[in-house]
């Protein structure tokens, strides 16, 4: 009679089976898309297979989701063809060397970030500015991609010039192309309303037995062509150091955007299914990643929704599923190289364009546009990646998001506190009218972490507040409690302040310190900031405090 394997938990046979099935189904799709981004990325087409499975290799070894598929993306292909164009100048050996040190950059910044413990630094791409961003990407990669489908180029990087250099070319279009392109989309289109159905992998499937029957080049129908996996080497590429420079510049855009999209498929499915979630640790499995996709000559790679959203569809249960997928993409790559050689390239067209046609939705706009906030956030970086290119639009994205989290940090509201009735609660006395002030003391509490960038405004603020109250404030209590943390700038700005109020008889008192912030300031004590002022307690614990006192004076 069969027993049970003792340490195996409850279903650990059926959960890795599901995890088999997975990796086979989704091997379907990440292939010919892999070849397709590589298409998107102006890089032969065994740098995106190389990036593939890298990518879920090293991700299933190093990371933390059960779900996230690393792959090269569109948007991380998209942006690398701008890039390497831009400090290539055009010559395509150059272009595919300064590609590597790119991508290599982009693993090192990302284990660089994840040692510094970086792991929420998507924060700083505001939410919006991603979505126009990707709105305005996907727009640009869907006219390429008709432009590779009906064999015209022009030399715009700009969205608008674009499709009027396709518009105006117009009768040179490739009619055989352009309607097998249309034929694939119409196809995909139709399986897309069966889920489980691999639509990628029947389109591909019928290409490749279209490229078998029909001698596509005598319709001038370009394909994939020879997949080189034999002559791949590791190592890093030979640029001169000014080269490389340039490529940690590009590298650190690349990350951010890389690491903002992959953060955003990560995290939401981690939070839809109750999983941990370990940014750290995930930002150590993509630089990894990239890392050796470099070395190998591969894309750079991220977690993309689409392929993460597939995997999960797909019934997988563990990492597991990603190593599976790397196994049947190894062995297809083995063994059927000849057939996806047959690929036509209007055909890898139309897979790019379903693959990114769903970010194509006017309706990411609409809530911005209700609440009437950060709406020329989003359609600006929108606009600027369609009017500037991708390379020159992801740069202008990136500082307007960063200029704008350092505005809103660098002018903080500051909340004047009172005591709420009769209770120990402090509110903002804005808010609650009932709320009365202490009589000889300014209560405030700056509702943004003080940092160098504000800290003098905010205390600039309390001058004028205490100025305005006349000689009755005796006392100015500072809660902290938004701070985590204070830097010199902040020390030094504390101890002048504190060393004005000496001087005309008043006394400056901080609160609710975190306890980083309290050994700080512990360590940077002055005769007119002295230990006694420093409290980690509530606001009313301080106030009875310094009313005690008060009294026992008297």
């Known amino acids: 009679m069969p ?67 690393v792959s090269s993306t569109s948007s991380s292909a998209a942006v690398l063809a701008a890039v390497t164009l831009s400090a290539s100048g ?17 693993g090192l910044f990302f284990l660089v970030a994840s040692a510094a413990r970086l792991g929420n630094m998507s924060d700083f791409i505001a939410k919006p500015v991603l979505r126009g961003f990707t709105f305005g990407l996907a727009i640009t990669i ?55 159905m691999p639509a990628t992998l029947i389109v ?59 953060y955003g498929s990560i995290r939401g499915f981690a939070l839809k299914h109750d999983d941990p979630f370990s940014p750290n640790r995930d930002l150590a499995a993509l630089g990894a990643s990239n890392l050796f996709s470099g070395l190998l000559g591969g894309m750079p790679v991220g977690a993309g929704y689409s392929a993460t959203s597939a ?22 790559a083995t063994l059927l190289l000849p057939q996806i050689a047959l690929i036509p390239e209007p055909v890898l067209a139309a897979i790019v364009i379903h693959a990114v046609g769903h970010t194509i939705d006017p309706r990411i706009f609409a809530p911005y546009l209700k609440w009437r906030r950060d709406r020329f956030l989003v359609l600006g970086a929108c606009l600027a990646v369609l009017l500037l290119g991708v390379l020159d639009g992801l740069l202008l994205a990136i500082a307007v998001s960063l200029l704008w989290t350092l505005r809103k940090l660098s002018e903080p509201n500051v909340s004047v506190l009172g005591r709420l009735g009769d209770t120990h609660d402090f509110v903002d006395t804005r808010s609650h009218q ?86 700080v300031l512990a360590r940077a004590t002055t005769e007119a900031l002295p230990v006694e002022s420093l409290h980690e307690l509530s606001v009313d614990v301080c106030v009875r ?8 004076a008297q």
């Open 204 to 262: 591909i499937v019928l290409a490749i037995g279209l490229g078998y029957a029909v001698d596509l080049s005598q319709y001038g129908i370009p394909q994939v062509g020879h997949i080189d996996l034999a002559h791949i080497s590791f190592g890093a590429p030979d640029l001169e150091r000014t080269q490389w420079l340039r490529c940690g510049e590009l590298a650190f855009a690349m990350m951010l955007i890389t690491y903002a999209e992959s």
């Open 3 to 69: 027993t049970a394997t003792p340490d195996a938990p409850p279903g650990f046979f059926d959960r890795h089976l599901k995890d088999l099935l997975a990796g086979c189904a989704i091997a379907g799709l990440l292939l010919p898309e892999a070849v397709a981004y590589a298409n998107i990325g102006n890089v032969p087409p065994q740098a995106g297979i190389i990036a593939l499975l890298v990518g879920l290799v090293l991700y299933g070894v190093i990371g933390n989701s059960r779900f996230a598929v």
């Open 434 to 519: 009932d709320a009365q002030p202490v009589p000889g003391m300014l209560i405030v509490r700056p509702e943004a972490p003080l940092f160098f960038a504000n800290v003098e405004r905010v205390l600039a603020y309390l001058r004028t507040l205490a100025a305005s109250q006349g000689d009755t404030v005796r006392y100015t209590i500072i809660s902290l409690e938004e701070s985590g943390d204070i830097d010199g700038s902040s020390i030094e700005a504390l101890q002048t302040y504190a060393a004005e109020m000496a001087r005309d008889g008043r006394r400056l008192v901080l609160a609710r310190l975190k306890p980083r912030a309290l050994r």
């Open 142 to 196: 869907v006219l390429k991609q008709l432009g590779l489908a009906l064999q015209v180029s022009p030399a715009h990087s700009d969205a608008p010039r674009y499709l009027w250099g396709l518009l105006r070319a117009s009768s040179r279009w490739h009619v055989y192309g352009g309607v097998l392109a249309i034929v694939a989309l119409v196809i995909l289109s139709v399986l897309k309303r069966w889920p489980r």
């Open 311 to 332: 995997n999960e569809g797909a019934g997988a249960q563990t990492r597991v599923a990603a190593w599976s997928a790397a196994a049947v993409i190894a062995l297809m």
């Open 90 to 106: 055009g010559d395509p050996a150059t272009r595919l060397l300064i590609g590597a040190g790119i991508v290599i950059m982009t």
């Open 545 to 552: 405090s310094l009313l005690d006192a008060q009294k026992a």
